[in-house]
């Protein structure tokens, strides 16, 4: 199989980088086995030690989890984040750098942090871990540039040569256009900007605008990416019923804000895309779009994840030309649990890409690297697995959804063995993996 173009269409790309540098939780199945590791330089950040991969089963009956990391680490700031990222794992060295244990903290993001006996257990969830990352000791300039290299490399390895990054920042932005500007850069990339609160966001936006008059060549930015819900592991995903332990998730943005954010992104021609994993926040972008529309108010939508999503949404997604992209590895991380955590008529719902193509509707896959693996052989064989166990199957060419749809001076070939591991890479006529 060849691919040209070969497209990642939602992705993390510092994160790739950054994340190979942590240390490597992902295979820890217990407690106990953090015992067994040993970190290395390179995974810390300042005198923090950073860590990622582990899944919430590890805690088993532990309801606090802090007092575990206390014990292994008394002295150094930790800092382990989660398989699907939603959530960070502190112990309390780093609470206390941080200078969140205090009442005024804890009510700010009461909802986003787990509490026993009025104390941390050590587990903060989306808003409250935004805010915590805010405070961590930043990446000097040169490690930022060494990740987009690290991840670059990962990148082509796996075959992709299209990428759309959707956690931009504007240190990462000034060490790409370095990359480029001393011909390191071979991939292309579509660059969205994460808004992290609606009080940020006319600066965000001027911030956006700015950054657009430094792109060259390789390197698009676009627009600006808005996290509504959380994660359906977490629980955080806002679905349209309840969940089997009669929760349904949150809003991180009223829907008075998301119109004023789609309009503003509208105004200054930038495209939107929203974080939108549940079946709700799905169907109230949809609503607000259409209320927009019927007021002449219209731009560029994306929807990202899309996991769960309603007959009504669907028709109205059609309705407004929003541009959808799933991730078919996310299926293979969660169909052993899924009907574990939410309710029948969820269920029916769940990864619908099979829909969205009935209707015509823009789609796209990617890989949310590093949340899951990096590897266009391992999406295609998720496809095909999914269809084997009731998810119903694509008909057109897979090349639609997994090569870049537009112009770009990158041109290049990715060569799939039988078994779909990458063979060779070749951009530009260049021959620039080879297995």
């Not at 606090?64 to 014990?71: A, E, N, Q, R, T």
């Not at 930022?144 to 299209?162: C, F, M, S």
């Not at 799905?282 to 899309?306: F, Q």
């Amino acid at each position: 199989m060849i691919i040209k173009n070969c497209y990642d269409s939602h992705l993390h790309w510092q994160g790739i980088g950054s994340f190979k540098c942590r240390l490597n939780l992902s295979e820890v199945k217990s407690l106990n086995e953090l015992n067994n590791l040993s970190p290395s330089k390179q995974n810390y950040r300042s005198n923090w030690l950073l860590g990622h991969g582990w899944n919430k089963s590890i805690f088993n009956d532990s309801k606090s989890p802090v007092k575990y990391l206390d014990k292994l680490y008394p002295e150094t700031p930790v800092y382990f984040t989660s398989h699907d990222i939603h959530c960070v794992w502190l112990n309390s060295t780093a609470i206390k750098a941080l200078g969140i244990n205090n009442k005024a903290w804890m009510s700010e993001f009461s909802e986003y942090i787990d509490i026993l006996d009025g104390e941390f257990t050590g587990l903060f969830y989306d808003l409250a871990k935004d805010n915590i990352d805010k405070k961590l000791p930043k990446y000097t300039s040169d490690q930022v540039r060494e990740h987009l290299l690290i991840a670059q490399d990962e990148l082509i390895k796996a075959g992709i040569t299209h990428i759309r990054d959707l956690t931009c920042s504007q240190e990462q932005l000034n060490q790409a256009l370095k990359l480029e500007v001393n011909n390191q850069l071979l991939i292309a990339a579509d660059l969205f900007f994460k808004l992290n609160t609606f009080d940020e966001l006319d600066q965000h936006i001027a911030n956006v605008l700015s950054f657009k008059t430094k792109q060259i060549n390789k390197l698009k930015v676009k627009g600006v990416k808005v996290f509504i819900d959380g994660a359906l592991g977490s629980g955080g995903a806002l679905l349209t019923s309840c969940y089997l332990d009669n929760s349904n998730g949150f809003k991180l943005f009223s829907d008075a804000q998301l119109e004023e954010i789609i309009k503003k992104c509208f105004a200054n021609n930038l495209e939107v895309a929203f974080h939108a994993i549940g079946d709700q926040p799905s169907l109230d972008v949809c609503k607000i779009l259409l209320k927009l529309k019927k007021e002449g108010i219209t731009g560029k939508v994306h929807l990202e994840h899309v996991q769960i999503l309603t007959d009504e949404c669907i028709n109205l997604i059609n309705e407004l030309n929003i541009v959808c992209h799933m991730q078919p590895q996310h299926w293979c991380s969660d169909k052993d649990w899924l009907h574990k955590k939410i309710p029948k008529e969820a269920l029916n719902n769940i990864f619908r890409w099979a829909d969205l193509e009935k209707k015509q509707i823009e789609l796209f896959f990617g890989s949310d690297a590093p949340v899951e693996n990096l590897s266009i052989g391992n999406l295609l064989k998720c496809l095909g697995e999914s269809a084997k166990n009731g998810i119903s199957p694509l008909k057109n060419d897979i090349m639609k959804y997994i090569s870049y749809p537009g112009r770009s001076p990158v041109k290049s070939e990715t060569y799939l063995d039988s078994d779909l591991n990458v063979d060779k890479v070749v951009i530009n006529d260049k021959v620039v993996y080879q297995a």
